[in-house]
Every structure is written in structure tokens, then in C-alpha cells.
């Protein structure tokens, strides 16, 4: 399959920075579709993904999660899905949206390990489920993140998220043997990077903080003595009291909004319905770059200033606090602002059923589930699957684009040892034979610029690998390369580097509590040897090639 072609019908595969080769943003092909056509229900799923990342990472995981859409972090997610849902019987409202946001969290997962983008497979389930679908150069089927999920919960053995994860990687393994210089591509989600996840979490937190601060440390007496703001019902007359006696108008109440004594008064309001509704504090950041009427555009009413969302509910309200406050100096009753939060339901009851996306849960409960939504794999299958890969970060010392730049470097060295002038026994990787090497590379070029138009050239390549296996063989030092191409081909930094070797740290250092965070990252020493070879021009007479040994020490 050509890998420009997008086996979804329309011949569109967007770049990595979401555009298509026709010009039209990812993504937002179905935003004026039909409703509940598959391109505006895929849009609708889009739209919501950076609300299920930033409630997951508020509500479902730890303090210390690392949100980074690593396989690595599959069976951790997997676990802590099966411990929240262990006693479930359909009746915790928040055991639909923790489905959900997993299933989001592994699709983006999915989509890290194996490219491609999000779509939606209007025959999956009984009414359509977003699917991640690899990038098309891999031939592999849609993954159904909802039904995987379903799967995981009912069989419970914790293996299943990591195996689609497994099961992607083989097959870029096995496209990237035959094409090594290869690498999945992938269509970015809006907002849904770990960097404006996190953002979106934080921001929210600091500025409560801060309100509650200003709270405790003025406002409160300011407004007539701390035992009129506890929370109580009571207080919400007592704020509007307080309004109607310092505005006649929306106008007055505007022109001072962001004065501090109102910014408190609205977080006072907000708070208030966090306390007794079960609602959350939210932000979204504006992105200039987000087209009119999307999520993080800045005419978009969610971006830009916090609010309060009874996120956990899908019959929830959401407020910004001081739109509550100007509503009612409009003369509204400012206890029917905060009633249109519907009560916080007591534990585990269950409501009626709703629209989609909550109709999608019935197939991801395990009960409902019974075919499997991965292949079926052997007991063995699964063991060789698990045994092939440990779901670590892609490794820069053992990767298939090092492996065979060196496997073809050490092809290719007896031909270019008899074109430098020898044989392999000539060149014998000795601190010596550097000497002839800068020799040789000072005879064939006069200038930097020279070597820079020649870098990719069979004599520099088997130059650079040999200055290298000096360092490797002499100092201990090892090969290390980026295991995916950088986005910009023509990165300089992009080429194989030697590494010092790591020394073991002192248990006397490891046990000094006192000594400086600086000194926690030990300084390691790295070698550019396409770079090193260039600086012999660069720098003149006076470098080198042996000075390259010299910091090993």
C-alpha cells in the first residue's frame, strides 16, 4: 500500500502537523457534517479528547502519574482501571467516564507506537466507536480503543492494553526490517500532547489556591466577618445582598469584575457549588492557531478564564463564576443560578439512561462483550509477544535505524580501507592510526563547506564510523543514535554519536543527603564524529583527531 494512500476512502493523509497534502485542517472535516453522521460524530470525539486527558489525570490516576502516552504506562493504566471497576455493577457514574478516558489514553497510545490517525467505524458496536487506524504503510486493521478496554475488564488478566500495544509494534518492527529508515506517521490530536494536558491542570489549581488565600486573608472580613462565608446556603443571600448594594447595574458590576475584591466574591460563588454540588475547577488555554468555533479558539465561551464543570456527570451544568454574579445583578435569584447545578447524587445511584456517548458504555461493559477485540492469541503466542518486547521507551543505543547504519558501516569497511589507502589489518582501530586518518581526510578536503556538501558520501560515512569504533574499543565507549527521524530531515544533530561510558556512582555519595541537586546529573561526554572530522577544517592546524580520547580521561 503506497503510504500516502488513506485506506478510509478519501486519499487524505494529513501531515504530522495535522494538514492535509488539499489544505484542509485534520479532523475538522465533520465539523459542519450532518449530525450524527460518522465525520461529525468523529468530530464531536475529537473535540472532547483533551476534556477525557485532563479529567483522567485529575480524577483516575495519582499525584505522581506520568501522563506520556508510553506503552510502558499501559498495564499501570490496565490495573488501576480493574481495581476502580473490581466491585462495579453499572450504578458509579464515574465508572463510564474512567472507561472512556482510558480508552482515549490508550488510542493515543496506540497512535505514539504506530502512526495514523483517530476515525470512526460507523459499523463498530451498535451505533459506531472511534478507532485508531495505523498508519496505512502497515496494512493493519482498526483498533476499536472502547471494545479493547471492554475486553480488559472482562478478562482481567492486566495483559490486554499492553498486548494491542505489542501487537502494533511487531508489525512496525517487521516494515521497518525491510524499510529501516522508515517510521510511522501520525496525525496529531488537538490539545491532547501531555504539555497542554498538564498545563490545563495545573492552571486551574494555582488560581483556587490563590483565591482561597486572598479568602482567608482579607476578603472574608472585608464582606462582613468570615462567619457569613461558610458555604451555607444562607451566604448565597448574603451575596447577593452584597451586590445589589454596590451595582444598579450589569454596566457598574463590569467596569470592576477584575478587581480583586470581585474576583473573590465570583471564585466565593464557584467554590461554593464545588462544595455542595460535586462540581470541579477547569481552565482551557486559548490557542491562537485554533480555527473560529473550535474547542481553545478564543471566541469559544470555555477558553481563557476558569470555570466550574460538574464534569463527573454527564447530566452536569458547567458556570464561570463571575457570569453567576453578573446574572444576578441582571435581578436573577442567585440560588436558581447555582440550582441549575443539579444536586450531588448520594453514592451509586443510578440514573436513566442518557444520549451518546454514555449508549457506547453497554458495549464496552464486559458483559456485553463477548468476542474478543484483539486476535485471538495462544497461551505461547502471548508469551513470545510479551518475551519480544518489554514496552520500554524507544531504546537509543539498540534501535533498527543504529543497528543498521553500523551493521552497514562494518559491511561496507573492508572496501573502504583498501579505498583509503590499506587494508582492514592497515586500519586497526588503534589510538595511532587516528593520525592517518586526520591525514587523509586533510588531504582529500581544503574546507569545512567541502565536507559539509560530502557528509553523506561512502569515504566521510566509513570515516565518522571508524573515528568512532576508536572511542569504542579504545575508551569503552558506546554507539547511540535518536531511534525516530526528527521531524526536520536536515537536523545536523541527527547523525550516530558516541557515549562515554557511564561510571557506577560512589555508595558514599549515594548515602550524602547534603550534596547539591546540581551534582545528581553526572556530566556525560558525547562525541559528533561526522562534526569531529569537520572541525579538523573548521578550527585549523591545531586540532586534532587524538584530542578526541583525551576527555575520556
Sequence with gaps: MDERTDDRGDGLIPDAAGTAPDGTPAYLAGRHAPEGSPAHRLHLWIERLHDLMTLYAEQFVHDAWEHDYSARSLPEVEQALLDSCSVDDGDDDATPLHIEAVAAYLGETLLQEAGGRWDWDATAGTDGLPVVRPDPALGHPPVVPLLVVGQALREASGQVLAT???????????RQREHPEWWPRQVRTPWVHAGAVHSACRTPERWRNARMVDYLRWWAEQAGGRDRWLFAPASLDAMEALLRQHFRTVEDYDRVADEPFWITAAWYVGQYVVHNK???WQYREVDPDAPPGTSHAADDPWT??????????????????????????????????????????PHRV????????????????????????LPPLTDAESAELAAADDLGDPDWYHNHRLDTWLAARRDAFPAWAEAAGGTPADWDFSPASLDRLEALVRARFTTYEEMVAAKDEPFLA????????VQVRTCGAVWRCRPQPPTDPDNPYDVPMVEAPRTEPDEDEDRDEDRDDEDDEEYVHLCDPPGTLRALLLNGPAERLRDALEAYG
Design 462 to 469: 566509513g570515516a565518522a564510523w571508524y573515528l568512532g569504533e
Design 350 to 373: 443510578r440514573t436513566g439512561r442518557g444520549t451518546w456517548p454514555e449508549q457506547l458504555w453497554d458495549q464496552a461493559r464486559p458483559e456485553h462483550l463477548t468476542p474478543p477485540a
Design 278 to 280: 460535586g462540581a470541579l
Design 304 to 345: 481563557g478564564s476558569v470555570f466550574v464543570s460538574q464534569r463527573l456527570r454527564y447530566d452536569g451544568h458547567a458556570e464561570h463564576p463571575w457570569a453567576m454574579l453578573r446574572e444576578a445583578v441582571a435581578g436573577q435569584d442567585l440560588r436558581e443560578i447555582v440550582d441549575r447545578f443539579p444536586d450531588a447524587r
Design 164 to 174: 494491542a500495544a505489542r501487537l502494533l509494534r511487531r508489525a512496525v518492527r517487521a
